[in-house]
């Protein structure tokens, strides 16, 4: 059974992962949170996050929706295809919106794996008989 640990690995941390995922410009939305994506080499997800100071102006809300977001994905972090995804709080929530909150990324992590499925080729057998 694997992990469900939020490790070191499934961090964006560094300036240039977070640049990379913005550049990309693949980004879903919904009412309080956006998702910006992009597919990587590592085979899981990791996760950034941004909640700006316009969103909620004190540290301890802002610190709040860091820490929901963070349980998310640590308990969805599996059912996730290997993405680096950002998310960026649009509207402020607060305790009272928790389970609105938790359908939300629920939605979008399904957006995603739907947006990024990986294609594998079709292969038809064609059966080949052989004359004695």
């Given at each position: 059974m694997p992990t469900l640990?939020?490790?070191k690995k499934t961090k964006l941390i560094k300036t240039d992962e977070f640049s990379s995922v913005f550049?990309?410009?693949k980004r879903i939305s919904a009412r309080c949170l956006a998702?910006?994506?992009q597919p990587n080499d590592f085979g899981f997800a990791r996760l950034g996050l941004v909640v700006g100071k316009k969103v909620a102006k004190r540290a301890v809300d802002r610190n709040y929706m860091r820490r929901v977001l963070r349980e998310f994905f640590r308990?969805?972090?599996h059912e996730i295809n290997p993405?680096?995804?950002i998310v960026r709080v649009q509207k402020k929530f607060d305790k009272e919106d928790f389970l609105q909150i938790k359908q939300e990324f629920e939605s979008l992590v399904e957006k995603l794996n739907r947006r990024t499925q990986v294609q594998l080729p079709v292969i038809?057998?064609?059966p080949v008989q052989i004359s004695e």
């Amino acid at each position: 059974m694997p992990t469900l640990r939020f490790t070191k690995k499934t961090k964006l941390i560094k300036t240039d992962e977070f640049s990379s995922v913005f550049n990309f410009r693949k980004r879903i939305s919904a009412r309080c949170l956006a998702v910006h994506y992009q597919p990587n080499d590592f085979g899981f997800a990791r996760l950034g996050l941004v909640v700006g100071k316009k969103v909620a102006k004190r540290a301890v809300d802002r610190n709040y929706m860091r820490r929901v977001l963070r349980e998310f994905f640590r308990a969805q972090q599996h059912e996730i295809n290997p993405v680096d995804l950002i998310v960026r709080v649009q509207k402020k929530f607060d305790k009272e919106d928790f389970l609105q909150i938790k359908q939300e990324f629920e939605s979008l992590v399904e957006k995603l794996n739907r947006r990024t499925q990986v294609q594998l080729p079709v292969i038809s057998v064609v059966p080949v008989q052989i004359s004695e």
